[in-house]
Each structure stands twice: as structure tokens, then as C-alpha cells.
């Protein structure tokens, strides 16, 4: 059976983490075919980002036309998206639906807490927004967006509305970086509210984390789940993958987590 395809538009960590690397083994993981497109290379390990190389605006165009002009694209995920410019050439393809759904993970901050985005990007980002079937920011990616604090429940709830006016379908803003037992993430989907909770998974190794809850939601869009059971399906893959790793000791810093355990129930029912 041809398997479904989905795209990632995202960047490179050279220490295999996060961004495309994570992206595909989770697209893998899920029997999704994945197809890429470089928005820029880091020189990055688990200890942070030591250098940075923007893909140039055309050729990266280029990459994600060569793609979309032989492929049929099932669902799109985007990652690091450093400036205004990578972001309009995305968002051009995106408002003509040649990207089929999309997931848009705004990543403006490294696990490691390296900055990965110029200040022009945030406007650039509520124009991408607009297109898009999820948008997945943690707090700080949802504090950029809104212009607010987010660092409580109540304003996670009030972010993803705003962040859901700007034009998206869903918003999941997560919780990862909120304290508590619990991890939390608010998804405001069609004006239906839900909290997911779910206890707190001890490890060091969370390197990954978001690249990987986005493209899971994406290998489930184009294995043809609906939003709301993609997006469950990804955060119980991502707690596997999390709890799967506890124990790796991969690098000096935050390690990466194991995208090739057993895909969840909920994942294999849908
Ligand atoms: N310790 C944990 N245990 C269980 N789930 C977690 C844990 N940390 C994060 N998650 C889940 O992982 C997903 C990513 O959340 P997080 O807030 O870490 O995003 P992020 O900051 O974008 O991650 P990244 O650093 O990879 O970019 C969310 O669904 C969150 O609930
Ligand atoms: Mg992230």
C-alpha cells in the first residue's frame, strides 16, 4: 500500500533531537512518508545552539514547490521559521490550501532556550496563523503571539482565543513549561474547550518535545484522523516517546526522546 505523505517545513538539528530528524522519525513511527523542506541549518547539540545558517528565501521556495509539483501532500507541519521573509513564502503556499492542513509549530525558543526567530517573525507568524487547521505555541511562543503574559491556566485559556481569532481551527497552547504534577495543555477547537491533562513523566531527556507532538498531529491528519483525535493520538505518542527515553544517556544536556515505541491504542484505532 502507498503509504500517506506528509511535509515537514522546518529546520535542521545536527544533534537529531528536534526539527526534521524528529519530525521524520515520528512521521516513520506513525507509517506516514515523510518529505522535507530546510528552512535553515543549526550547528546545535543537547546543550544548546552553537550557530545558525538561514535557508535563502527562493531556494527554500523551491524546495517546498519541488515537493508539493510531485507528491500529494496529505498534511504539512512547520517548525523553525527564523524570520518574516521564510515565514510569507510558507504562508503564500498555505492560502492557496497546496499545503493540504497544517500544523504550525511557531518554535521561537530551543529546549535549550536558544532564540530561533528575528523580531520581524511574530507578525509574520499571525498572517501563517490564519491558514492554519492547529497552531501548538508553549507559553512563551503564546506570550509572543498575544502581546501577554501566559503562565497560568486562566491565561492559556485566554490566549488560545486569541490566538484561535486570528484564524486557526485549533489552538493547543502547551504546557510543558507550566509547574504542577500535571502537564497541561489547553486545546480550543470549533469554540469547544478542553484542558489535557496528564501526569508529569520524570526525565531529563524532553529535547523534542514540541517537534514532536506537531508532527505527530500531522501523520495523523494525513492518515485521515480528525482534528480532535489527532491531537490526542500526538500527546499520548508523546508521553510514550518521553517515558520510552527516560533512562538514555545522550548527551551532556536535555537528550532527545524515542519516537519507535509501539504507536498508542489511540493512535492504532483511528
Ligand atoms: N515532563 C513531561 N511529561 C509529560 N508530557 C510532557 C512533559 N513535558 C512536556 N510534555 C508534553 O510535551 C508537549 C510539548 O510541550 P512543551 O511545552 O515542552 O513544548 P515546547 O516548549 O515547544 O517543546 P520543545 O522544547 O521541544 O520546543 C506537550 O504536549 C506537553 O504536554
Ligand atoms: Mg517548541
Same mark, same amino acid.
Given at each position: 500500500?502507498?503509504?500517506?505523505?506528509?511535509? #515537514?517545513?522546518? @529546520?535542521?538539528?545536527?544533534?537529531?533531537?528536534?526539527?526534521?530528524?524528529a519530525d521524520l522519525r515520528t512521521f +516513520?513511527a506513525h507509517?506516514?512518508? @515523510?518529505?522535507?523542506?530546510?528552512?535553515? =541549518?543549526?550547528?546545535?547539540?543537547?546543550?544548546?545552539?552553537?550557530?545558525?545558517?538561514?535557508?535563502?528565501?527562493?531556494?527554500?521556495?523551491?524546495?517546498? $514547490?519541488?515537493?508539493?509539483? $510531485?507528491?500529494?501532500?496529505?498534511? #504539512?507541519?512547520?517548525?523553525?521559521?527564523?524570520?518574516?521573509?521564510?515565514? %510569507?513564502?510558507?504562508?503564500?503556499?498555505?492560502? #492557496?490550501?497546496? !499545503?493540504?492542513?497544517?500544523?504550525?509549530?511557531?518554535?521561537?525558543? +530551543?529546549? /535549550?532556550?536558544?532564540?530561533?526567530?528575528? @523580531?520581524?517573525?511574530?507578525? &509574520?507568524?499571525?498572517? =501563517?496563523?490564519?491558514?492554519?487547521?492547529?497552531?501548538?505555541?508553549?507559553?512563551?511562543?503564546?506570550? +509572543?503571539?498575544?502581546?501577554?503574559?501566559? &503562565?497560568?491556566?486562566? *491565561?492559556?485559556?485566554? &490566549?488560545?482565543?486569541?490566538?484561535?481569532? !486570528?484564524? %486557526?481551527?485549533?489552538?493547543?497552547?502547551?504546557?510543558?513549561?507550566?509547574?504542577? $504534577?500535571?502537564?497541561?495543555?489547553?486545546?480550543? *477547537?470549533?469554540?469547544? *474547550?478542553?484542558?489535557?491533562?496528564?501526569?508529569?513523566?520524570?526525565?531529563?531527556?524532553?529535547?523534542?518535545?514540541?517537534?514532536t !507532538?506537531?508532527s505527530a498531529?500531522?501523520a495523523?491528519?494525513?492518515?485521515? &484522523?480528525?482534528?480532535?483525535?489527532?491531537?490526542?493520538?500526538?500527546?499520548?505518542?508523546?508521553?510514550?516517546?518521553? *517515558?520510552?527515553?527516560?533512562?538514555?544517556?545522550?548527551? +551532556?544536556?536535555?537528550?532527545?526522546?524515542?519516537h519507535?515505541?509501539?504507536?498508542? /491504542?489511540?493512535?492504532?484505532?483511528?
Amino acid at each position: 500500500m502507498t503509504p500517506p505523505v506528509a511535509l #515537514t517545513i522546518a @529546520g535542521v538539528d545536527s544533534g537529531g533531537g528536534a526539527g526534521v530528524a524528529a519530525d521524520l522519525r515520528t512521521f +516513520a513511527a506513525h507509517g506516514v512518508f @515523510g518529505a522535507l523542506a530546510v528552512s535553515a =541549518l543549526t550547528a546545535q547539540d543537547t546543550t544548546g545552539v552553537h550557530g545558525i545558517q538561514l535557508a535563502e528565501p527562493g531556494f527554500f521556495a523551491l524546495q517546498i $514547490d519541488t515537493v508539493l509539483g $510531485d507528491l500529494r501532500v496529505g498534511a #504539512t507541519k512547520t517548525g523553525m521559521l527564523a524570520n518574516a521573509e521564510l515565514i %510569507a513564502v510558507v504562508a503564500e503556499r498555505a492560502r #492557496t490550501g497546496a !499545503l493540504g492542513p497544517l500544523v504550525v509549530d511557531p518554535v521561537m525558543v +530551543a529546549t /535549550s532556550g536558544s532564540r530561533l526567530f528575528s @523580531g520581524d517573525a511574530v507578525a &509574520a507568524y499571525r498572517q =501563517l496563523i490564519a491558514h492554519a487547521a492547529v497552531v501548538t505555541p508553549n507559553l512563551a511562543e503564546a506570550e +509572543a503571539l498575544t502581546g501577554h503574559r501566559v &503562565a497560568t491556566l486562566t *491565561e492559556m485559556r485566554v &490566549a488560545a482565543r486569541e490566538i484561535v481569532a !486570528l484564524g %486557526a481551527q485549533c489552538c493547543v497552547v502547551k504546557g510543558g513549561h507550566l509547574p504542577g $504534577d500535571q502537564v497541561v495543555d489547553v486545546c480550543l *477547537e470549533g469554540g469547544e *474547550e478542553t484542558v489535557l491533562s496528564t501526569p508529569r513523566l520524570a526525565s531529563k531527556n524532553l529535547h523534542g518535545t514540541g517537534c514532536t !507532538l506537531s508532527s505527530a498531529i500531522a501523520a495523523n491528519l494525513a492518515r485521515g &484522523a480528525g482534528l480532535h483525535d489527532a491531537i490526542r493520538g500526538a500527546k499520548a505518542y508523546v508521553a510514550t516517546a518521553i *517515558e520510552r527515553a527516560a533512562d538514555w544517556r545522550l548527551g +551532556a544536556g536535555p537528550g532527545p526522546l524515542d519516537h519507535f515505541g509501539p504507536l498508542p /491504542s489511540s493512535v492504532l484505532g483511528q
